[in-house]
T-cell receptor, first 118, second 110 residues
């Protein structure tokens, strides 16, 4: 299957600082990437859809000014958590679709980033 | 009512047992059905992908979709301790956002 690389795998930061998480599609081009948030023992919550060359689409209740998304190329999307606070501590996961060939509904995930805000 | 319902478990079985994981859904427009496996603090890994109704087998894993009942299943034969993980069902109408179940925590005891 397609490979999605996410970096860093974990980060600890002080309250008030900003953190950037990168998501790369390694062997395919992804015009659309998705960012999820996952709390312990819960399922994935879609935060936003990242579109290459245009603004991201945010889900209801997600602050677009707090979670900045940039999708500047067909293989890279970034999520920046601005002015992070302890309540932003969570597991963030990106995903992408390989739209080439059949079965392009399949979603491939990065390995996730555990963010801890002190 | 949630669009996709999945028993969160936890489910604990002995090694070698057959495991059955299930999801029900309410949206009859769902056409694509997936099962993901997620280890702790890792991203979900695609296990099985099925379009419309029917069965699909891959090694020890079998996925079943019954659209008439709005019910999907994942069977794991000869379960191994390495199968211990959270299993998420997911589905979509097409190339749109996936809707996930809550995930079932599975433990295979040696």
């Amino acid at each position: 299957g397609a490979v999605v690389s996410q970096h860093p795998s974990w980060v600890i930061c002080k309250s008030g600082t900003s953190v950037k998480i990168e998501c790369r599609s390694l062997d395919f081009q992804a015009t659309t990437m998705f960012w999820y948030r996952q709390f312990p023992k819960q399922s994935l919550m879609l935060m936003a859809t990242s579109n290459e060359g245009s603004k991201a689409t945010y889900e209801q209740g997600v602050e677009k000014d707090k979670f900045l998304i940039n999708h500047a190329s067909l293989t890279l999307s970034t999520l920046t958590v601005t002015s992070a606070h302890p309540e932003d501590s969570s597991f963030y996961i990106c995903s992408a679709r390989d739209l080439t060939g059949a079965g392009n509904e399949k979603l491939f995930f990065g390995s996730g980033t555990q963010l801890s805000v002190l | 009512q949630k669009e996709v319902e999945q028993d969160p478990g936890p489910l604990s079985v002995p090694e070698g047992a057959i495991v059955s994981l299930n999801c029900t859904y309410s949206n009859s427009a769902f056409q694509y059905f997936m099962w993901y496996r997620q280890y702790s603090r890792k991203g979900p890994e695609l296990l099985m992908y099925t379009y419309s109704s029917g069965n699909k087998e891959d090694g020890r894993f079998t996925a079943q979709v019954d659209k008439s009942s709005k019910y999907i299943s994942l069977f794991i034969r000869d379960s191994q301790p390495s199968d211990s993980a959270t299993y998420l069902c997911a589905m979509s109408e097409g190339a749109q956002k996936l809707v996930f179940g809550q995930g079932t925590r599975l433990t295979i005891n040696p």
